[in-house]
């Protein structure tokens, strides 16, 4: 049987157990970055909340994965230490990205989805990391699995059922 990594908002999880999933729930406005990185077979994922740090420093000293601009060095330094790679991660790595749904600003007066997918893709794509596949924006909440072992991502919604990216 699986054992199961559950990560919270503003956290992040590494794995190369082929045992495990990685799991995160209720994706509103928030976005999950999943990295899978074929040739060492590390996954990764990160429940990013928004997407600049500097309206909080005091929350990226406990939750560096809070936010866009912090999470995402974040995970990839760990990824880095965990894959045990002194060259660039971007070869052989795969990003998917699901989430940045609009489900309580109905005015659209905030936008938080939206930005967080821009502001994580702006940082993604210069390092080589630009998502192949998402599932974003929408007003349906999300959760994320994925199968460390296989790469599998499935992710499903109370209103949409099971699907995978």
């Known amino acids: 049987m699986a054992k199961t990594k559950v990560v919270g908002v503003g956290e992040f999880a590494v794995s190369k157990d082929p045992e495990e999933v990685i799991k995160t729930f209720a994706l509103g406005s928030c976005v999950a970055v999943i990295f899978l990185h ?78 967080n997918v821009l502001a994580l893709k702006k940082i993604l794509w210069p390092l080589g990391m630009g998502p192949v596949t998402e599932d974003v924006g929408g007003s349906n909440s999300r959760t994320v699995s994925v199968s460390v072992g296989t790469g599998k991502i499935v992710l499903s919604s109370p209103t949409k059922g099971e699907w995978e990216i």
Do not use: C, W
Not at 42 to 48: A, D, E, F, P, Y
Not at 75 to 92: E, Y
């Open 38 to 115: 074929k040739p060492t077979r590390t996954v990764g994922l990160i429940h990013v909340a928004l997407p600049e740090s500097s309206i909080s420093p005091e929350i990226v000293k406990d939750r560096p994965g809070y936010f866009a601009d912090t999470g995402i060095p974040a995970i990839l330094n760990k990824m880095a230490a965990t894959t045990m790679l002194a060259g660039s991660l971007a070869q052989g790595m795969v990003v998917k990205i699901a989430g940045g749904a609009n489900v309580m600003d109905t005015n659209n007066t905030f936008n938080i989805g939206k930005r």
